[in-house]
């Protein structure tokens, strides 16, 4: 209330405050559409560089989106945005200086994906949780399963890699975490029933099985189609997020005048 009612005087004593927050999505929102622009196109012309330099300056727009944002923040959303913004900048350097490469950069993101998943069910009641969706808990326990024992058997397709290496059990946790992601976003969106657990159900669908996608063209067959159908469901991906980090205005919007 103390937050609505500072919003409500700042509105009406300097009704340009609003205009500034409108514009402010404009240019974020042209800056997102260039750099998704910028990665779509690279992708397809196979310039890789170009395209994790443009992938991993996304998240660091969106970090600064959310801490600009009126209302009250949560520490480990900001600690999702903040570790993938690191992770993006991280994978690129050492994409262009180390041989460990492909488990490195696994690391912070499983970081990433640990602090979404921490913002997701910390306002879970899970008696009610189990209550309620018990019979979903038990189609995802095995829907995990199943999607874990396959994702590894197409890890295994790359003959360099063998079980109970380090490199191994790193993308296993790694999948793992991004399976977690997506049931518990749908959980979430089933246990609250709004638009913005919606939203952040759409953006988890489109980044876990983007990464699927990429599990494929990495260990499997390097196809070219694989690659552009791996870009197209991250950038969805991080058009949902956007959509997601923008509703968080609503409230401010509702008391314009």
């Known amino acids: 209330m103390f937050y609505r009612l500072i919003v409500w005087f700042s509105i009406h004593l300097h009704p340009q405050v609003y205009k500034m927050i409108v514009d402010r999505f404009k240019l974020i929102k042209g800056a997102v559409i260039f750099l998704a622009a910028l990665f779509v196109i690279s992708v397809l012309l196979g310039y890789t560089l ?3 330099i443009s992938k991993a300056f996304v998240f660091p727009i969106f970090l600064y989106l959310y801490l600009t944002e009126p209302g009250v923040k949560s520490k480990s959303f900001i600690g999702f945005l903040l570790v993938f913004s690191l992770s993006g900048i991280y994978a690129v350097i050492l994409s262009m200086c180390s041989i460990f490469y492909s488990y490195l950069t696994s690391m912070p993101y499983i970081m990433a994906y640990l602090c979404l998943l921490v ?5 879970f009641n899970f008696r009610q949780l189990v209550k309620r969706f018990k019979y979903y808990l038990l189609v995802l326990l ?3 399963g199943y999607v874990i024992f396959t994702l590894n058997q ?3 397709e790359d003959d360099s890699l063998k079980v109970n290496t380090l490199e ?4 296993g ?7 977690l992601v997506l049931s518990f976003s749908l959980l979430n969106y089933l246990y609250h029933d709004s638009r913005t657990g919606f ?9 876990v099985f983007s990464e699927m996608v990429q599990v494929a063209y990495i260990f499997i067959s390097a196809d070219y189609i694989l690659n552009v159908i791996y870009s197209l469901l991250l950038i969805i991906g991080f058009y949902f997020i956007y959509l997601y980090i923008e509703s968080k205005t609503d409230d401010y919007q509702a008391i314009r005048p």
């Open 199 to 207: 939203l952040l159900f759409l953006a988890s669908v489109c980044i």
């Open 173 to 179: 946790v790694y999948n793992l975490c991004i399976l």
């Open 119 to 123: 913002y997701i069910i910390k306002e």
């Open 142 to 144: 095995v829907f995990n």
């Open 50 to 52: 170009i395209s994790s």
């Open 154 to 156: 197409m890890i295994l």
């Open 168 to 171: 191994f059990v790193i993308e």
